[in-house]
């Protein structure tokens, strides 16, 4: 850094240690000063306080490092009567456009919302990416401190900045589920996971399995960026964007620890297989023509519905029970069904089926629940391709 600064770094949870730390390694002339809601301290020469006002009061960079934008919002109002006329409050969190546009009108010139791109690691190489937008007074006056920590990139506008976060860790969400998905059909076919790991490292998940080689080995490592903060982050963008958002749920449903590394939900087996049983049933259906696997399937009080020479049909299960006549279809050698997807949220499940019955090709989506100790279809919806 040019000059020293006195930095108050408030929130000391993994990033805002490694932050802190980063700052006073690298120009011991600047004071730095750590506070966290925890009251846990950080190491090396971060002086801490349990007093966020004591923190602040001489600061002329206030650098928040809390987890969401409730979290901003208190402590920027416990503070802000012991900030300096001319401190700079520096907020590198992931936190909601509109969030980030709150606290811009609040603190005015003196706000810099700059969300960073990167983890633990990335801090301490000073290899952070990071989104600033910022009036070009403070910008000016917090460069030397982004500069220590990464590569600036100056953005338009606070809200802009934090949309472009969630927007960027949104395409970290899908790497992960791609990852899960190559490495559960990898165990489906039996194959060494070191050696998956090696091939896949060639292709184009290659950086972050790279990053997270220890973690997808089930080796027990510190949690760099854990799957709750990357499933709050999803859910800011699925509500902002006003947009469902498949990452959202898969990461906040996988079962894992939220305090796990995000890599962890790429290793969450697939669905258990009590999940698929009525699926099969559903299948062992068709391939026979035998209604009594329909009944297994479904709840007796299930519909199926679907669009039927242009109007809409729905079939109490014994109606559609009884368009089958107990025999096979006579191309049942050359019809396929594949289960698509299956995604499990607790006693709920739902599932999409593909299904190649000669000339045609349907889109099956199942609504299942879990009740009396298994798992039945409630409903099915389906799509005939024309």
Avoid at 148 to 158: C, N
Avoid at 285 to 309: K, Q, Y
Wanted: glycine content about 8%; overall charge negative; some cysteine.
């Amino acid at each position: 850094m040019t000059e020293p600064h006195t930095i108050a770094v408030l929130g000391l949870g993994r990033m805002g240690t490694a932050i802190a730390t980063r700052l006073a390694d690298h120009d011991r002339a600047s004071e730095v000063v750590g506070w966290t809601r925890s009251g846990r301290g950080a190491a090396g020469a971060v002086r801490t306080t349990g007093d966020p006002n004591d923190a602040v009061a001489k600061a002329d960079i206030v650098l928040l490092a809390l987890f969401d934008g409730p979290a901003c919002r208190q402590v920027v109002d416990r503070v802000h009567g012991s900030l300096r006329p001319d401190a700079i409050v520096l907020n590198t969190g992931t936190i909601a456009p509109d969030e980030a546009a709150e606290l811009a009108r609040r603190l005015g010139k003196s706000y810099v919302h700059a969300p960073v791109l990167g983890s633990v690691p990335a801090v301490a190489a000073g290899a952070l990416r990071i989104l600033a937008a910022a009036d070009q007074s403070a910008f000016d006056l917090a460069r030397p401190v982004l500069e220590a920590l990464g590569t600036v990139h100056r953005i338009d506008d606070a809200a802009t900045a934090a949309a472009l976060k969630l927007v960027a860790n949104s395409g970290l969400a899908g790497a992960v589920l791609a990852l899960r998905e190559a490495l559960r059909q990898a165990d489906a076919l039996g194959l060494a996971r070191e050696q998956v790991l090696d091939v896949l490292e060639l292709g184009p998940l290659g950086g972050l399995v790279a990053r997270k080689w220890t973690f997808l080995l089930g080796e027990p490592t510190t949690a760099e960026f854990t799957i709750g903060a990357l499933a709050k982050d999803m859910a800011l963008l699925a509500a902002a964007s006003e947009s469902p958002l498949r990452g959202a749920a898969e990461l906040a449903d996988t079962g894992a620890d939220p305090e796990a590394d995000i890599a962890v939900a790429a290793t969450v087996p697939a669905v258990d297989d009590a999940v698929l049983e009525p699926l099969r049933a559903y299948i062992r259906g068709h391939a026979t023509g035998d209604p009594t696997h329909f009944r297994a399937a479904f709840l007796p009080t299930a519909h199926v519905e679907g669009v039927r020479d242009g109007a809409f049909v729905s079939w109490p299960l014994e109606d559609y029970c009884a368009l089958f006549d107990g025999r096979p279809a006579p191309d049942e050698p050359a019809r396929s069904r594949r289960v698509d997807a299956v995604d499990v949220h607790g006693t709920v499940a739902t599932a999409t089926m593909t299904l190649r019955h000669g000339a045609d090709t349907f889109t099956d989506v199942f609504l299942l629940v879990h009740v009396d100790g298994r798992w039945r279809i409630v409903n099915k919806a389906y799509h005939r391709h024309a």
